[in-house]
């Protein structure tokens, strides 16, 4: 008797296609990473591929963008990989949808955000031997999960999202237990679980991520969840509740991270995770020190990275230097030495006083801020307001988000 062939799946999400890093395009990254990804699938036999959300950096992608995306999926066609894709928060359900019926075709799977009907999540995949269903939940939105309530308090809609996810949830496992009790189950989701380390690249989900809810709510039913939305590959709760991750560093605070995909095998009802490591194409590094000491480390940096590397300084000085300065933005401006290109700087003097060297600082470019963190440091300039400025930078987080809805 043969053995039965199991069913591979990779877990995937966050790959923000068209992301700028500091205005550094970070597209050759993801081409090596599809790169990577092809050949992975094509040499592991995968079945099935999951894309848990934020497939693009923008509700409205660049062409570019658009290109890299439809370049990838045809060089898919051939290996006769499922592919499942979900929205995120980054994501426009329209976008990502007005393509779906024709991707269908491909055996491409596109939900860019929740649907009229609960059934059309549901996505069955088979091989010889095994067959599996998956809930492909995309980023649940506000209207999706509860109607607004006239009067309610900032914590009441907090507590009524929650309680919105946790239904939504349910009610897919109520679904699941009547059509497909029995059967291997897997869901997608794109949310913030509680407990999950977060970086500085993740764009604010749900209020600021106060909304984040409890990897119970997932239920007993799913034998794996893939989660979508924090960039660092980690596990929730239980080990079959996971982020891969994004597969590219997103930002300087991801530097450390070792970047992953997750493979899930199926063989009956035995379920096997287990995450693989990616390349890394270039490093993100932190260089500090004194001017000079800034100045050596980079004259005597080596890199073996395809791509060139992007670094961060923190130039530390005792007193006050205008030459100091001056050399900062030099280095900034330079050409990219020993390969490495330095992207954000920052000068302090340890006897100027407090507040005054933040002055000096040459990093200060706006997009280096969130819009909420924008706004917290104009309340940081109002300190005869007679309100809350917690209440003000909540209600700030609730238009950003009635704001991006209608966007998208």
């Known amino acids: 008797m043969s053995k039965n062939k199991s069913l591979k799946i990779l877990h995937t999400a966050d790959w923000h296609i068209g992301k700028q890093l500091h205005k550094i395009d970070l597209h050759e990254d993801m081409n090596l990473f599809f790169k990577w990804l092809i050949t992975y699938i094509e040499e592991n036999k995968i079945d099935v591929l999951l894309m848990s959300g934020d497939l693009f950096d923008y509700a409205n992608p660049s062409q570019t963008a658009l290109t890299q995306y439809y370049l990838f999926l045809k060089q898919l066609l051939h290996l006769k990989c499922k592919v499942i894709i979900t929205g995120g928060n980054h994501d426009s359900p329209y976008v990502l949808n007005a393509p779906k019926d024709l991707l269908a075709i491909l055996d491409i799977k596109v939900i860019g955000g929740a649907p009229i009907n609960i059934s059309d999540l549901f996505v069955e995949c088979v091989n010889e031997d095994q067959k599996i269903i998956i809930a492909a939940v995309p980023f649940l939105r506000d209207k999706d999960i509860r109607n607004s309530l006239p009067g309610e308090s900032y914590q009441d809609k907090i507590e009524l999202i929650r309680q919105g996810i946790k239904h939504y949830f349910n009610n897919i496992n109520d679904y699941y237990n009547e059509h497909f009790k029995g059967l291997p189950y897997l869901v997608m989701a794109h949310l913030y679980a509680q407990?999950?380390?977060?970086?500085?690249?993740?764009?604010?989900?749900?209020?600021?991520?106060?909304?984040?809810?409890?990897?119970?709510?997932?239920?007993?039913?799913?034998?794996?969840?893939?989660?979508?939305?924090?960039?660092?590959?980690?596990?929730?709760?239980?080990?079959?509740?996971?982020?891969?991750?994004?597969?590219?560093?997103?930002?300087?605070?991801?530097?450390?991270?070792?970047?992953?995909?997750?493979?899930?095998?199926?063989?009956?009802?035995?379920?096997?995770?287990?995450?693989?490591?990616?390349?890394?194409?270039?490093?993100?590094?932190?260089?500090?020190?004194?001017?000079?000491?800034?100045?050596?480390?980079?004259?005597?940096?080596?890199?073996?990275?395809?791509?060139?590397?992007?670094?961060?300084?923190?130039?530390?000085?005792?007193?006050?230097?205008?030459?100091?300065?001056?050399?900062?933005?030099?280095?900034?401006?330079?050409?990219?030495?020993?390969?490495?290109?330095?992207?954000?700087?920052?000068?302090?003097?340890?006897?100027?006083?407090?507040?005054?060297?933040e002055l000096l600082s040459s990093n200060k470019d706006i997009n280096d801020y969130t819009p909420v963190q924008l706004f917290e440091k104009r309340l940081e300039q109002e300190e005869s307001l007679s309100i809350d400025k917690s209440e003000l930078i909540n209600a700030f987080k609730e238009i950003l988000e009635k704001v991006s809805s209608e966007e998208q």
């Open 195 to 357: 407990g999950a380390s977060i970086s500085d690249s993740e764009r604010e989900i749900q209020i600021g991520n106060q909304a984040g809810v409890e990897a119970s709510i997932f239920g007993n039913e799913p034998h794996y969840v893939a989660l979508g939305h924090i960039h660092k590959p980690q596990v929730v709760g239980s080990n079959h509740i996971r982020y891969s991750g994004s597969p590219i560093q997103l930002s300087f605070s991801e530097k450390e991270d070792q970047k992953e995909v997750v493979l899930i095998e199926i063989n009956n009802s035995n379920f096997s995770i287990n995450a693989v490591k990616l390349p890394q194409f270039r490093k993100l590094i932190a260089i500090n020190g004194t001017l000079n000491e800034v100045k050596t480390k980079i004259e005597n940096y080596q890199s073996a990275s395809v791509l060139c590397d992007l670094a961060e300084i923190l130039i530390t000085e005792d007193n006050y230097s205008s030459e100091a300065i001056s050399a900062l933005e030099d280095l900034l401006v330079a050409e990219p030495k020993n390969n490495l290109r330095i992207l954000k700087g920052k000068i302090q003097f340890k006897n100027q006083l407090k507040g005054t060297s």
